[in-house]
């Protein structure tokens, strides 16, 4: 079998039923149970994926960005997210087809 081959054996589909089927033991005696949840933060960790596009900005606005600071895409990026959170979500654009 080569080594990017990632159909499944016989063997391996077996050992995946087995895993299906075992319990799994929950009692770590060291694991401190959490109760209090009050200091917890919603988002803490969460990353959006980030997509790379080509988008025409107007010089002097992306120069007002640049002179904002270094991080100037992601002072950007923060601009058309506090847009999108105050509008409305858009309606689909409808395609007409021409005669």
Same mark, same amino acid.
């Given at each position: 079998?080569?080594?990017?081959?990632?159909?499944?054996?016989?063997?391996?589909?077996?050992?995946?039923?087995?895993?299906?089927?075992?319990?799994?033991?929950?009692?770590?005696?060291?694991?401190?149970?959490?109760?209090?949840? %009050?200091?917890? @933060?919603?988002?803490? *960790?969460?990353?959006?994926? &980030? !997509?790379?596009? $080509?988008?025409?900005? %107007?010089?002097? @606005?992306?120069?007002? *960005?640049?002179?904002?600071? &270094? !991080?100037?895409? $992601?002072?950007?990026?923060?601009?058309?997210?506090?847009?999108?959170?105050?509008?409305?979500?858009?309606?689909?654009?409808?395609?007409?087809?021409?005669?």
């Amino acid at each position: 079998m080569k080594p990017d081959d990632t159909t499944l054996t016989e063997m391996m589909m077996k050992e995946l039923k087995a895993l299906k089927k075992r319990k799994i033991d929950l009692s770590d005696e060291e694991a401190p149970e959490i109760t209090a949840w %009050d200091k917890a @933060v919603v988002g803490k *960790f969460y990353r959006p994926v &980030k !997509k790379q596009i $080509t988008v025409r900005i %107007d010089a002097d @606005v992306l120069e007002w *960005f640049r002179h904002a600071t &270094k !991080k100037y895409q $992601t002072l950007i990026n923060l601009a058309c997210r506090e847009y999108m959170m105050t509008h409305d979500k858009p309606r689909k654009r409808v395609k007409h087809k021409h005669p």
